[in-house]
């Protein structure tokens, strides 16, 4: 482009988008289009890559069209290498990593991404630009699960900064989540409405609303009902998401978005609010339909989002065996890309999941599971709220948490003891999800038996076991022999049952004693519950299962 009127009108056109963004997205859209018509018309400049890099970020954020959006994306930093501009490199690098990348790349790298180009749009004298770099970085840092007194301390040494520039819009939404990652570290007190020493939400909204400053007011009102969710005040969160999503249009693009109607999807579908009626049936499957797209171009980010929105309806429309197989990917998705406090809200719907089907010892085993996640995440006021909520069932973890201690100490003394003890009071929780899978995935008893068994015997390490059944008032043997022995079982089926109703159940103890290897996060907390006591014992240890209404041997 060499048209000096074109590439003034390109300038006007760019100097303006900014402007245009805060206050009205129709305009904002129709200067991006024009620039990009221009580009096409006339030739590339070095405005014409800026303006490729708005039109990426409209494509994913207005038509969720987020492959093409990333493509043009990346066409804006080639053409810019090709017509140098340094007064253009920090804004497409804060737009690029604030509303383009994130739709595909991770959240995580994305803030790092830039923090890293902060100090060249410093060094290049654009204040608006590098401020709105450090207000983003810190919003997906959040919503990307990082630890929050790593967020707190990184981003406390770029508020003095911020502060001195002046830059008021930016350091009123910076502040805003600046306190909402506060509250919730806070090892004292529970607060969850968005207060404290730098911004008080409930005295600064008036204001907004008095001079329609609607960026501010949708900012701050995500941070609200992100910080009520998780500190238990459903009431507040859904009145602050509610008031966001009346605000969505000025957080065009943003990665923001998909955390309302993910927060407000599981609101809809609390227990708490019983039966969801048909607005609020209409409004999660919109937001599960967004959820699903979004997870097709970037399933590390949304995926186990979409995974846990699934569980939430399946376990609200009835369908129990549906429901479980999505917590689980839910839970495990969350922790290996690193969303720790996604899997600490995953692990506590599953917990109430498993209350409502009356196995509080699978709860247990979930709670304790989403107070570790929570205090990874350094969130010290949602454990205390978190303890407060399920107290009953945190006293028995805290419990057996103490017997551990107790055995532990005493391991000097006798360390095949303590091993021996601790394998009887730990169960591995591959185990549990094994069991707790196979109770949701059998509807008739035989099969499920068969399954449990042999979950039973390949956690004791057996080769053979049996199964005591009550007929009749007879008791049956069941036995069964696990299929990787070198001598299995005729047809690959277990024996015609035995009846043994007038002798006590025996067992043949091995020579050996030693108890087997457990896992890390092994726990006593069982997701089934027995209905008499189960023993096994095989050639190399001794381990424990549960299964329902039986009695189960391993040899």
């Known amino acids: 482009m060499t048209d000096r009127s074109m590439l003034a009108a390109m300038d006007v056109m760019r100097s303006n988008a900014s402007s245009a963004y805060f206050t009205d997205a129709d305009l904002f859209v129709l200067l991006i289009l024009k620039q990009v018509q221009l580009a096409a018309t006339h030739g590339n400049s070095s405005f014409a890559a800026n303006a490729y890099e708005l039109y990426g970020m409209m494509l994913c954020g207005g038509f969720w069209d987020c492959d093409t959006g990333y493509g043009f994306g990346r066409l804006g930093f080639e053409v810019l290498e090709r017509h140098p501009a340094a007064n253009l490199a920090g804004k497409m690098a804060m737009i690029w990593g604030t509303f383009v990348a994130p739709w595909k790349d991770p959240a995580r790298a994305c803030a790092e991404g830039l923090l890293e180009r902060w100090r ?58 600046m306190q909402c990652a506060a509250n919730l570290a806070d090892p004292e007190r529970v607060i969850p409405a968005l207060r404290g020493e730098r911004f008080d939400l409930e005295a600064r909204l008036p204001g907004y609303v008095e001079a329609d400053d609607r960026m501010p007011i949708a900012y701050a009102s995500v941070a609200e009902g992100l910080l009520a969710y998780f500190l238990g005040d459903r009431r507040r969160a859904l009145a602050s998401l509610e008031r966001a999503i009346a605000h969505e249009d000025r957080l065009f693009s943003s990665l923001l978005i998909p955390a309302i109607h993910f927060y407000h999807a599981l609101l809809l579908l609390s227990p708490e609010r019983g039966r969801p009626d048909r607005r609020a049936r209409r409004l999660v499957a919109r937001s599960i339909r967004r959820m699903r797209r979004w997870a ?41 890309r690193g969303f720790v406090h996604d899997e600490a809200v995953a692990c506590e719907l599953y917990a109430r999941f498993w209350l409502a089907q009356g196995e509080p010892d699978a709860a247990r085993l979930f709670l304790a599971r989403a107070r570790q996640a929570c205090r990874l995440w350094g969130a010290a006021a949602k454990v205390r709220e978190l303890e407060a909520a399920h107290a009953d069932l945190f006293a028995r973890i805290d419990e057996a948490a103490v017997v551990e201690a107790s055995v532990t100490t005493t391991s000097t003394r006798s360390t095949s003891t303590t091993t021996t003890h601790r394998a009887a009071a730990e169960l591995d929780l591959a185990t549990v999800l094994k069991a707790s899978q196979a109770l949701a995935g059998q509807s008739s008893l035989a099969p499920l038996l068969e399954e449990l068994i042999s979950i039973v015997l390949e956690n004791a390490g057996a080769d053979r076991g049996m199964i005591l059944l009550r007929k009749d008032g007879e ?34 103890s091995s020579s050996s004693s030693r108890a087997p290897a457990r896992s890390p996060s092994s726990t006593t907390d069982r997701p089934t519950r027995a209905s008499a006591a189960t023993r096994t014992s095989s050639r190399g240890g001794r381990g424990r299962s549960s299964a329902p209404r039986s009695c189960t041997r391993a040899t």
């Open 475 to 508: 008791l049956f043997v069941r036995p069964r022999e696990r299929s990787a022995d070198p001598e299995p079982c005729s047809s690959g089926r277990p024996s015609r049952s035995r009846p043994v109703a007038s002798r006590r159940c025996r067992s043949r």
């Open 296 to 336: 097709r171009f970037n399933p590390g980010t949304f995926a186990h989002k979409l995974a846990l929105l699934e569980a939430e309806r399946a376990r609200v429309g009835g369908d129990v065996r549906a429901a479980g197989p999505k917590y689980r990917q839910a839970i495990e998705g969350a922790r290996e």
């Open 120 to 177: 060249g749009a410093v060094d290049g004298g654009d204040l608006e630009y590098a401020a709105y770099m450090v207000l983003q970085s810190l919003n997906l840092a959040i919503l990307s699960g990082m630890p929050l007194g790593e967020v707190l301390g990184r981003f406390h040494d770029y508020s003095g900064w911020l502060h001195d520039t002046s830059q008021l819009m930016s350091i009123d939404l910076f502040d805003s989540w």
